[in-house]
């Protein structure tokens, strides 16, 4: 039984994306390492500048939307999101301890702790580092566009180490395929909530 109890979904009122609202492309690399990019459609109303006060925040527990007070995770995806702490001062350089599971299922429970070399108005970089190499990265972009924030997610799994990765990569990649799989609706979901709540909270919070 895993230590953490998924919460009760928070009562929001909208409808989340689907995966068709994005573009998925999934490709190996030659050196055995398999990329997932999710391209996702224009998000209204959010702009860079208001991600990077956000995921500095991330962890707070004193902000108030629509009636609830809760860990600001939370909002970004009432249903899936459980638990966030960071580690070290917010900015490049700290660490984030992640805990959700995708589509409130226990099976796709995910409990990491994330390395952050890079965050900033372009995006932000994590990785999940094992043997001192990493064995998981995932880029977050950020672009302005006339239609709103443009968002695009890359993880790119395995590693490049040559040992490690003839013996690590094809089981990696293997048993990671559906909780995968389950990640990328979570992930068209958690993006397109955006702009559903992130607006509002940076003019409540974000302008002090």
């Given at each position: 039984?895993?230590r953490?109890?998924?919460?009760?979904?928070?009562?929001t009122?909208?409808?989340?994306?689907?995966?068709?609202?994005?573009?998925?492309?999934?490709?190996?690399?030659?050196?055995?390492r398999?990329?997932?990019?999710?391209?996702?459609?224009?998000?209204?109303g959010?702009?860079?500048?208001?991600m990077?006060?956000?995921?500095?925040?991330?962890?707070?527990?004193?902000l108030?939307?629509?009636?609830?007070?809760?860990?600001?995770?939370r909002?970004?995806?009432?249903?899936?999101?459980?638990?966030?702490?960071?580690?070290?001062?917010?900015?490049?350089?700290?660490?984030?301890?992640?805990?959700?599971?995708?589509?409130?299922?226990?099976?796709?429970?995910?409990?990491?702790?994330?390395?952050v070399?890079?965050?900033?108005?372009?995006?932000?970089?994590?990785?999940v580092?094992?043997?001192?190499?990493?064995?998981?990265?995932?880029?977050e972009?950020f672009?302005?566009?006339?239609?709103?924030?443009?968002y695009?997610?890359?993880?790119?799994?395995?590693?490049?180490?040559?040992?490690?990765?003839?013996?690590?990569?094809?089981?990696?990649?293997?048993?990671?395929?559906?909780?995968?799989?389950?990640?990328?609706?979570?992930?068209?979901?958690?993006v397109?909530?955006?702009?559903?709540?992130?607006?509002?909270?940076?003019?409540?919070?974000?302008?002090?």
């Open positions: 039984m895993p953490w109890a998924i919460p009760e979904p928070l009562a009122g909208y409808a989340m994306r689907e995966p068709s609202s994005a573009r998925i492309t999934v490709t190996r690399l030659p050196d055995g398999r990329r997932r990019v999710i391209e996702h459609a224009p998000l209204p959010v702009r860079p500048h208001m990077v006060w956000f995921l500095r925040s991330i962890d707070r527990t004193d108030a939307w629509r009636g609830h007070r809760c860990l600001a995770y909002f970004w995806h009432p249903r899936d999101h459980i638990h966030f702490r960071i580690l070290g001062e917010p900015g490049p350089g700290c660490r984030f301890h992640i805990v959700e599971a995708f589509q409130a299922n226990p099976r796709y429970l995910m409990d990491l702790v994330f390395d070399p890079e965050l900033d108005e372009t995006g932000f970089r994590m990785e580092r094992r043997m001192g190499t990493v064995v998981v990265g995932i880029r972009d672009r302005d566009s006339p239609q709103g924030m443009l695009t997610v890359t993880v790119t799994e395995g590693t490049t180490a040559p040992l490690l990765g003839a013996l690590v990569n094809p089981l990696q990649l293997r048993f990671a395929e559906e909780k995968l799989d389950a990640w990328h609706r979570h992930n068209v979901e958690e397109g909530n955006l702009p559903l709540f992130l607006p509002e909270l940076y003019d409540a919070y974000g302008r002090r």
